[in-house]
């Protein structure tokens, strides 16, 4: 059998793509069958563990490039009549149109384009952490404080916390804003949204030049805004069983401050699964949250960045890990990392999808089994000493991935099938098991992925 971190690399080296003469991002997948013409772009979400892996190989000059493309593509976004849209947000996804001339045109896609019209609030978000990244392992803080930068940072936190209709400190986003680009319920304040928000602020913050007058109220306002989204999320989203009872037996229907059940979730609105499901000594950030409502949907994208971005505290860190031990079957399975659990079905289904037959039970976003998360899940399980569980998930996915062409995600409860609509060569499963099987051999390639603090040289 062939080394398959080896085919990893052959398929990230094939999916390169170059913009006058220069490496600068990734499609995100080579299936000539690919089942929407969009994955042929270079996806700004997908290029993430590209980038990570460029960087631990001393490529830092291709994450640069990515880096200063999407923050020239702002400038094409083009405004609706009569909607003034958001100052400049970053797009989903970008591609290099080559015209018979030779000529080369980049073309972005707002989210203007996109299956459903989904708005890319992650993109944004991911660039800065990305940047964060970059300037950790490269020390190149000569990028990072050009003129550029530090007005696309100050841009993107400051959309981040305009004034909105809002009384949560939480972030408001439509419906598909990021990972899960379709309609799945995901509206109000997911929590990977969350995650992406608090890892931004703080790799913000930590970019920023202090001494520039033109930053001090934005740093100001996110270091205030930081402050109270980690209280809100760490209080609010937690549940293990302690909390589930509280909600159990929760007066409702409560008026004024400090009241208990301030969002006023009804224990009727408790779904049946999650009291047998939630492990002893266990605990998670819950999926959403807002007036009434409480999404108890266990999302792994979001647990994991909380855990590696520090949203989480120590102990529920900890806590959330145990879950992934204790849970395996159902959210790592035959193919690591289902990206929520349980699956929506019947009337539940159709009311929040919108009946889409892509994402019908088990598959695809609702409850499929997606590798591009190993990575996540490997540095979150390193991070908080559970090694074995990293060293688990990897083999699963070194037997695997590479023998079934690199599937875009997998079907079933356990993840044993391939994804029925999922594409092959998808370049961020590759890069994926790449990244988790570097962590494993050197816990250290994570420093880079610690956010905060001040500037520094590697
Ligand atoms: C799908 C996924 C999205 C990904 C894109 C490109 O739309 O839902 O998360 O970025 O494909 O791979």
Redesign the pocket.
């Known amino acids: 059998m062939t080394d398959p971190i080896a085919s990893a690399y052959r398929l990230l080296e094939a999916s390169m793509v170059h913009y006058q003469g220069q490496p600068v991002g990734t499609i ?2 080579l299936d000539a069958h690919a089942p929407a013409e969009n ?1 042929a772009d270079c ?1 700004i ?2 290029f993430v563990p590209s980038g990570l892996v460029f960087l631990l190989d001393g490529r830092g000059e291709i994450v640069r490039n990515f880096l200063s493309i999407v923050l020239r593509l702002r400038d094409q976004q083009e405004e609706m009549e009569g909607h003034r849209l958001l100052p400049k947000v970053m797009p989903a996804s970008f591609r290099v149109l080559v015209h018979e001339d030779g000529r080369e045109e980049l073309h972005a896609d707002f989210g203007d384009r996109a299956i459903g019209r989904v708005a890319p609030v992650d993109s944004m978000m991911w660039w800065i952490i990305l940047l964060r990244a970059y300037c950790r392992v490269t020390g190149d803080t000569g990028f990072v404080r050009s003129t550029e930068c530090q007005r696309g940072i100050r841009l993107i936190l400051n959309i981040c916390l305009q004034d909105r209709f809002e009384v949560f400190p939480t972030l408001l986003v439509p419906d598909g804003s990021f ?3 379709r309609r799945m319920g995901v509206y109000g304040h997911p929590l990977e949204i969350q995650a992406l928000f608090f890892g931004a602020l703080q790799a913000g913050l930590a970019m920023l030049d202090p001494a520039d007058a033109e930053s001090q109220a934005v740093i100001r306002q996110s270091r205030k805004r930081l402050d109270q989204l980690t209280d809100y999320v760490r209080h609010y989203y937690w549940l293990d069983l302690a909390r589930l009872n509280h909600i159990h037996r929760a007066r409702t229907e409560m008026f004024g401050h400090d009241i208990e059940n301030a969002l006023n979730i009804y224990p009727e609105s408790i779904p049946d699964w999650v009291t047998d499901w939630l492990p002893e000594d266990a605990g998670y950030l819950v999926g959403n949250l807002g007036p009434g409502r409480m999404d108890f949907r266990f999302f792994s994208f979001g647990n994991l960045l909380a855990v590696l971005f520090g949203l989480a505290d120590a102990r529920q860190s900890r806590l959330i890990m145990e879950v992934f031990q204790q849970r395996w079957d159902d959210l790592a399975g035959m193919m690591p990392v289902k990206i929520c659990y349980p699956a929506m079905e019947g009337e539940e289904w159709r009311l929040l999808t919108g009946s889409d037959p892509k994402n019908i039970p088990w598959s695809y ?1 609702n409850g499929g089994n997606w590798p591009t998360l190993i990575w996540a899940l490997v540095a979150a399980a390193l991070n908080t000493g559970h090694g074995y569980l990293a060293e688990r998930a990897r083999e699963v996915a070194l037997h695997r991935l590479a023998h079934d062409g690199w599937p ?1 995600y997998y079907d079933g409860r356990n993840g044993r099938l391939i994804g029925r609509r999922a594409n092959y060569n ?1 370049t ?1 499963s590759a890069t994926a098991l790449i990244l988790a099987d570097k962590f494993i051999k050197d816990p250290s390639g994570l420093d880079m992925l610690r956010l905060g603090g001040a500037e520094e040289a590697p």
Do not use: K, P
């Open positions: 995100a997948s994955y996806f979400r997908d990972m899960i680009d976003h875009e998808q961020w």
